[in-house]
């Protein structure tokens, strides 16, 4: 059994910095092979894609410059240091964990909140 568990979230003022943490465990769960991602979903609306990391990185358009995704295989964490961060960023962030590719996640975590005030 697959756990992720976010953490890092809270109230941040407009313009400032967080930085999400998830750490996935389980007893025959290769972090180093899976993509990890990050997703987000506001109040009323869909969840959406935010950023994946595999071999490579990639983000949403409307984060790129703001927010970097990076993973720790010896600590089977995945970051995400969200900067400049902006009202229409408050949402409640998931992590994710996927083998065959970002758009295809196997595990989640039940999400950390993070609120953006302006």
């Known amino acids: 059994q697959v756990q992720l568990v976010e953490s890092g979230g809270g109230l941040v003022q407009a313009g400032g910095s967080l930085r999400l943490s998830c750490a996935a465990s389980?007893?025959?769960?290769?972090?180093?092979?899976?993509?990890m991602g990050w997703f987000r979903q506001a109040t009323g609306k869909e969840r959406v894609f935010v950023a994946y990391?595999?071999?490579?990185?990639a983000y949403a358009d409307s984060v790129k410059g703001r927010i970097t995704i990076s993973r720790n295989n010896a600590k089977n964490t995945v970051y995400l240091q969200m900067d400049s961060q902006k009202p229409e960023d408050t949402a409640l962030y998931y992590c994710?964990?996927?083998?065959?590719?970002?758009?295809?996640?196997?595990?989640w975590g039940k999400g950390t909140l993070v609120t953006v005030s302006s």
């Open positions: 994710a964990a996927g083998l065959r590719g970002p758009t295809d996640m196997d595990y």
């Open positions: 990391i595999g071999w490579t990185s």
């Open positions: 389980g007893h025959t769960f290769t972090f180093s092979r899976y993509y």
